[in-house]
């Protein structure tokens, strides 16, 4: 049995009994790696020179005191548009190829400082812009359940890694799907905490108001660890929420008696694949089996959702990424004659084909004479959507239905489809853009490839998101199921 199939207590327990040390961990990530990374190509830059030597430092530390973090030595592997000191940060972007930052981003620094253990920088669609890995400007990543099938994304990277086995977790960030339809993808747990709960700085900024970071894990109790260890207010960050964090591991106790739980008309509807439905109902049974009471509720603005999604998302990528310019950092053209030219050629060369189709969309969302038809028009659907949360959560405890509205497709398949690829995220985006929390976790498999249950609760709750998660969990198998590379 890998190390990786221990739960992070036996972990835990086994290196303060010193059964087992840090080295021991990361050689495993590292030989996991050589084996299956061929295949999964999940990661863009790997740190194993320094990940030993803090590995042997964590040891030295373990073998003179018993007292350790939760996290102690667990090896992580961080997606690549948080800023790591030292550590190439590209974005999956060519633009980005050579650039080394002198900083760590928060959640960065916090991992640090529960004595984690960095193995590597994580493949994603460039700029986190795709929901399916093939943005990647240097490789797409593989599912590992079937490497003909995308891993999602935009933290496909991230997912791939620890469905298999390379690391026992990881960081992504979602902006409108982008942790919880990867985590879908691959069988594995993937949270989007509540808008400002985590935060941003060091983050590589796509869509400001919807970006947050969160943990992708083999199950929710990994992921009330993670969460914990970087949740908190960030002076550094302007949108960070100045709250107290709860105890979330206090939260997992099963019970969910009485809880009440809507589920969207909208969700289980059209354009739904059948068998992802039939694994959705199976879940509500479970959970009714465990004393817990649904029933149908409506989120009629829910179809607007895509449309302002994509017009709010790229008209913020549009204004953040006006700062690669090939002057200040990142690779510049050597082609250039004037100023002009440098942006110009800077950015052709650059940045890809979906990055580009963003930028051009939000700056003319922005643009004099359509900025109140387009971006101002999504402002206020934004908030109607926002309400139909609100409304719901009055009477509600949660909200329920699939992650996305199918399992993996196909690499290759729907790569010169652009609007049928942001439909895949139809699910994801209303809840990101209401800025509520909301988990994925396996409810089973279609034609062997994982199903996602998306569990959404009210701003803050994620006390409540990861207690009936791992309720659920606890009455299933699914999270236990690994893939055989």
């Not at 791939?160 to 985590?183: H, K, M, N």
């Not at 998302?313 to 082609?335: C, K, Q, T």
């Not at 949360?389 to 790569?415: N, Y």
Request: net charge negative; with cysteine.
């Amino acid at each position: 049995m890998s190390l990786f199939d221990l739960n992070l207590q036996q972990i835990h327990a086994k290196l303060q009994g010193k059964e087992l040390k840090v080295a021991d961990l990361v050689d495993q990530s590292y030989t996991r790696i050589q084996q299956v990374e061929s295949k999964v190509r999940a990661f863009l830059t790997l740190d194993e020179e320094n990940a030993r030597l803090t590995a042997a430092q964590l040891d030295e530390q373990l073998a003179s005191s018993a007292t350790t973090s939760d996290l102690f030595g667990l090896p992580i592997g961080i997606k690549d548009n948080m800023v790591t000191e030292g550590l190439r940060t590209t974005c999956a972007s060519k633009f980005l190829s050579n650039y080394n930052p002198i900083y760590d981003a928060t959640v960065v620094t916090k991992l640090k400082a529960a004595q984690t253990v960095t193995i590597g920088k994580l493949n994603m669609d460039e700029f986190a812009m795709g929901g399916s890995n093939e943005n990647s400007a240097y490789h797409p990543s593989h599912n590992p359940w079937n490497t003909d099938y995308v891993p999602g994304g935009s933290s496909g990277g991230s997912a791939a890694a620890v469905a298999a086995g390379e690391v026992y977790f990881a960081l992504g960030s979602d902006t409108g799907g982008s942790i919880r339809q990867p985590a879908a993808y691959c069988g594995i747990v993937g949270l989007k905490p509540t808008y400002g709960l985590v935060s941003r700085y060091g983050l590589v900024a796509f869509a400001s108001s919807l970006d947050q970071i969160g943990p992708l894990t083999k199950n929710v109790e990994d992921s009330a660890y993670l969460l914990q260890a970087i949740a908190g207010y960030d002076a550094k960050d302007s949108t960070s929420a100045k709250v107290d964090i709860p105890d979330y591991l206090s939260a997992l106790t099963g019970d969910i008696k009485g809880l009440r739980i809507g589920v969207p008309k909208e969700y289980m509807g059209k354009g739904i694949d059948p068998a992802v439905k039939e694994k959705v109902l199976e879940a509500l049974k479970v959970l009714e089996g465990l004393g817990a009471v649904w029933e149908e509720v409506t989120l009629p603005h829910s179809e607007y959702a895509v449309a302002t999604y994509y017009l709010l998302a790229s008209s913020e990528a549009s204004s953040n990424l006006a700062r690669f310019d090939g002057v200040r950092y990142g690779v510049r053209s050597d082609n250039a004659n004037n100023l002009l030219d440098l942006y110009h050629m800077s950015r052709s060369e650059g940045f890809g084909p979906e990055v580009k189709r963003r930028i051009m969309l939000g700056t003319y969302a922005l643009s004099s004479g359509y900025y109140d038809a387009y971006y101002l028009k999504a402002q206020q659907v934004r908030t109607l959507i926002k309400q139909d949360f609100d409304q719901v959560f009055e009477k509600f405890d949660i909200i329920i239905g699939p992650t996305a509205p199918t399992p993996a497709f196909r690499i290759g398949e729907q790569s010169n489809d652009p609007l049928t690829m942001y439909l895949n995220d139809i699910m994801t985006i209303p809840v990101s853009l209401a800025g509520i929390p909301a988990i994925s976790v396996p409810c089973g498999f279609v034609n062997e490839l994982p199903v996602g249950l998306q569990v959404i609760g009210k701003a803050l709750d994620e006390a409540t998101l990861l207690r009936v998660a791992h309720a659920f969990e606890q009455h299933t198998d699914h999270h236990k199921q690994r893939p055989q590379l």
